[in-house]
């Protein structure tokens, strides 16, 4: 960065700021290549500080973190809203437009979660299908929901779909994103499918709170999960 003068590092630093906030719109990761290449160009080398210093700036100005993502989304980065982390909330980073399709992720990630952390597209379906969602019909509230999940949803990264390898016809187990794991905790779901069933006591699941208590130990004993700038 010494070869920058100090007004040129201060609006690259901005500049990918901004940038940052329009892209995280779309609730898909933001690739440090396109900051690279539409923000930075010619400035690319000097990456690892200006995103330490938008990273900054973000947690300062706005109570927004910078979050890189991990395994095959590494070198992408989300932002998690600090500001709307509520005790009561079960999603936390939803825009006005998006509202309508909350309740239905907060079900998937019940399913998911329920199921023991994993389950196969089939059974997801199967499920979905109870409350009135089929893969095969377009819904009147969340339209095409078969692309909603498969396709927005995982390339947002509140899913991850795997497909099995030798599987024919194929088989596709669907997980927690990295997201929903900046976005909201397991217990909060627990929560939420006890009070469906109007169950005052969490530890009623047992395999599930176990699952609830051997996160939050992980969790305390790691740093909490930041941009890296390497």
Request: negative net charge; glycine residues 4%; hydrophobic residues 35%.
């Amino acid at each position: 960065m010494s070869s920058l003068e100090a007004g040129e590092r201060e609006r690259l630093i901005n500049d990918v700021v901004k940038y940052l906030l329009i892209l995280d719109q779309k609730k898909i990761p933001i690739k440090k290549a396109d900051i690279n290449k539409h923000v930075l160009k010619e400035s690319s080398k000097a990456f690892p500080h200006v995103i330490r210093e938008a990273a900054k700036r973000l947690e300062h100005l706005f109570g927004i973190s910078l979050v890189e993502l991990e395994d095959k989304h590494k070198g992408s980065f989300i932002l998690v809203n600090n500001l709307e982390l509520d005790k009561d909330s079960y999603h936390l980073t939803w825009s006005e437009e998006e509202e309508c399709k909350q309740g239905l992720l907060i079900v998937v990630l019940s399913i998911i979660f329920m199921s023991g952390n994993v389950v196969t597209d089939s059974q997801l379906w199967s499920a979905l299908k109870k409350f009135g969602v089929d893969q095969d019909q377009t819904h009147e509230v969340f339209g095409n929901v078969k692309k909603l999940i498969t396709q927005e949803w995982a390339r947002q990264c509140y899913l991850e779909l795997t497909t099995l390898p030798n599987t024919d016809p194929p088989i596709v187990e669907v997980r927690w994103g990295q997201r929903v794991h900046q976005e909201t905790t397991k217990r909060k779901i627990l929560e939420y499918v006890s009070k469906i069933h109007g169950i005052e006591d969490v530890s009623h699941w047992r395999s599930q709170f176990a699952d609830v208590q051997k996160s939050e130990r992980a969790e305390g004993d790691q740093p909490t999960t930041s941009s890296q700038t390497t």
